[in-house]
């Protein structure tokens, strides 16, 4: 097994920089308007794929936290694991809701009361695919899935062997894959390679068909601590190209899996292409994790990119009333040019960077603190599977 570290000490700054690149695609879809052509075209027409990223990520970090659980105490403390998580995720989110009622208010419209059962439950990615409409604060739904796999994972974890949990978790991988490409085929009969937009939208943004681009970060991560398979870690952490390989095959990958509707090639997507997309993920996040002096690792740390990744959630939820205030103050609307809308990218991500960074800085940091107060009462640290010596 690979040598342990401490969790204070596990802050990997090239997955910060993995998540501002992430972010930055979001910011970019948002606030393209569909203007850009070419290159710039397709590359924010894959914006959305950054979410993705953010899924993989997530559950590789959480399954990794609670294997170290798992080894120093022989069980996972639910009720801890939930508050420590509340009090990361919701000040930012009940801040974005605030101001979601705050311009509501100001324009005397408020239908944000008919969404709200849906944010206080996290289920909005369910309402957004059954009504197929776009809620105030529509970014909400990713962080929905998120909530619902915080509930369930730990529990089975916990009540599972991390021995039979690979297994099992890839078959369940492998049989959400095929349930999806079933269901995006009953729904597109006689018109397989032209999706009607209720089915895209209903694979989209519901969780049974989208839960295994998390599980596969949950794989990696349980991959990585199976004894079965150290000699193969340990060999790819000796192997210099491990991280070149990865991160070019895995940019490729996506790139083929994730093109958009207007190419007509969508079905690829809603079929095999998001299982196959999160394994490239996984892959490049796993390569990351062991050679973290190599050249993807350094410069994805560097200190602008960690800074932007680190406020990354905030930067999620607060660029929406950014990009709509940028476009009000340029006076352009949602199909500007390439040029305003090029602009409107920049200007948004640096403002909400900085709108981010302060609620960062005066908000979420007081309720980190108290969960890092709590965190002290317990009589024994955790450990995080830390990358092979030689990969250092």
């Known amino acids: 097994m ?13 997955f910060d920089g993995l998540r501002a690149i992430c972010i930055s695609g979001v910011v970019l879809l948002h606030s393209s308007g569909n203007a850009y052509s070419g290159w710039l075209g397709a590359l924010s027409k894959r914006g959305w ?7 993989v990520l997530s559950g590789f970090l959480i399954t990794q936290i609670l294997l170290a659980e798992l080894d120093s105490k022989a069980t996972i403390n639910l009720p801890r694991f939930y508050i420590r998580r509340a009090l990361r995720l919701q000040p930012a989110y009940f801040s ?5 009622f705050a311009d509501e208010f100001l324009r005397r419209d408020f239908a944000l009361f008919a969404w709200l059962p849906f944010y206080l439950t996290y289920s909005l990615n369910f309402a957004i695919a059954y009504f197929r409409s776009s809620a105030p604060l529509n970014a909400a739904w990713s962080l929905c899935i998120e909530e619902q796999f915080y509930f369930l994972w730990p529990w089975c974890l916990r009540n599972l062997n991390p021995r039979r949990a690979l297994p099992m978790l890839l078959s369940a991988i492998g049989t959400i894959a095929l349930y999806r490409t079933a269901l995006y085929t009953w729904m597109n009969w006689g ?8 089915s895209y939208i209903q694979l989209y943004y519901r969780t ?15 991959a990585f601590r199976s004894s079965r398979l150290q ?21 490729g990958i996506a790139w083929y899996v994730t093109d958009d ?8 997507y809603y079929t095999y292409g998001a299982t196959v997309a999160a394994f ?46 940028v476009e009000r103050a340029l006076r352009l609307r949602g199909n500007g040019s390439a040029p305003g809308q090029l602009a409107v990218f920049f200007l948004a991500l640096a403002g909400s960077t900085l709108v981010a960074g302060l609620h960062f800085k005066y908000v979420e940091t007081r309720f980190l603190k108290l969960r890092d107060r709590n965190a002290k009462r317990d009589a024994e640290r955790l450990v995080l599977t830390s990358p092979p010596a030689a990969a250092l």
Do not use: M
């Open 2 to 14: 690979f040598p342990a570290r401490t969790v204070g000490d596990t802050r990997i700054r090239s």
């Open 280 to 325: 490239a993920a996984g892959l490049a996040i796993t390569a990351l994790f062991i050679h973290q002096e190599s050249w993807p690792a350094r410069l994805l740390s560097w200190a602008p990119l960690v800074y932007v990744g680190k406020v990354s959630y905030g930067i999620y939820l607060f660029h929406p009333f950014v990009s709509g205030a």
């Open 191 to 198: 018109h397989f390679w032209d999706a009607s937009p209720a």
């Open 49 to 55: 794929f950054g979410v993705d990223v953010f899924f």
């Open 96 to 100: 974005a809701l605030l101001l979601v």
């Open 208 to 222: 049974d068909t989208r839960i295994d681009t998390i599980l596969v970060g949950c794989a990696f991560a349980l």
């Open 261 to 268: 509707v207007v190419h007509g090639h969508i079905w690829r």
């Open 231 to 251: 000699s193969l870690w340990a060999w790819l952490g000796n192997a210099k190209w491990f991280p070149s390989l990865a991160a070019f095959s895995s940019l």
